[in-house]
Each structure stands twice: as structure tokens, then as C-alpha cells.
């Protein structure tokens, strides 16, 4: 069993910045892909940037390209989400979510979909205001 819990979110104004947190339990967090992924009211949710187990693959949603910096620190079971130039559609429900196929772990991938995720987080609000 993992337990993902995320911290960090907020209100920021447009342009802003903020870094999202989160901490794994277990022993086993260096062998996960990790993503986020976020979900707007009356919106799916959306993968936002993934990493793979040991922090040499990333991706990131056109949308966030350039603005968003995903990260990784295994020792301390934490994946971080670096959010710069905000933007009102920024506004979301934020989510880490862990990948444990063994398959995808051999291989050094992680998925980019939702539905490949086999653990997740409570969710961490964030609000950019205009």
C-alpha cells in the first residue's frame, strides 16, 4: 500500500509562483513513475508532468511546457511540482499519483494516463487569480 500526501497549493495572483510537495510512504517509492495531474470544476482530469523511477525521463502537457518543472528526491520519498508563470487556467484540483508497473519500471518509463495510475493523493487546491 502507498499513501501519497500533497501540500503546497494556494491562491496566487497570474504570474505567480508556487511548488507543490509530495511525500510517499513505503519503501519501494524509488521504483514508481510519478505524475500529476490535475482536474477543474466540470473537468477530467488531466495529466500534467511525469517522471520517471529515477528522475531521467520527464513530460510535461503542452499546456504547462515551459512553465512547469517536475522533480524527484528518493532518499527523502518526494516528488515536487515547480509552477512558475501561473495562469488562471492553472486554477485546479492538484493530484500525485504513483505508476508501479514492474514493466514500466524495467524499462524506465512512466504512463501519461490517468487510468494506468494505481495510487493517489487527497488533492491540493490551487486558485490563480486574475
Known amino acids: 500500500q502507498v499513501q501519497l500526501v500533497e501540500s503546497g497549493g494556494g491562491l496566487v495572483q497570474a504570474g505567480g509562483s508556487l511548488r507543490l510537495s509530495c511525500a510517499a510512504s513505503?519503501?519501494?517509492?524509488?521504483?514508481?513513475?510519478m505524475g500529476w495531474f490535475r482536474q477543474a470544476p466540470g473537468k477530467e482530469r488531466e495529466f500534467v508532468a511525469g517522471?520517471?523511477?529515477?528522475?531521467?525521463?520527464?513530460s510535461y502537457a503542452d499546456s504547462v511546457k515551459g512553465r512547469f518543472t517536475i522533480s524527484r528526491d528518493n532518499p527523502k520519498n518526494t516528488v515536487s511540482l515547480q509552477m512558475n508563470s501561473l495562469k488562471p487556467e492553472d486554477t485546479a484540483v492538484y493530484y500525485c499519483?504513483?505508476?508501479?508497473?514492474?514493466?514500466?519500471?524495467?524499462?524506465?518509463?512512466?504512463?501519461?494516463?490517468?487510468?494506468?495510475?494505481?495510487?493517489w493523493g487527497q488533492g491540493t487546491q490551487v486558485t490563480v487569480s486574475s
Open positions: 517522471i520517471s523511477w529515477s528522475g531521467g525521463r520527464t
Open positions: 513505503g519503501r519501494t517509492f524509488s521504483t514508481y513513475g
Open positions: 499519483a504513483a505508476d508501479t508497473d514492474l514493466r514500466r519500471f524495467a524499462s524506465g518509463s512512466y504512463s501519461t494516463q490517468r487510468s494506468e495510475y494505481d495510487y
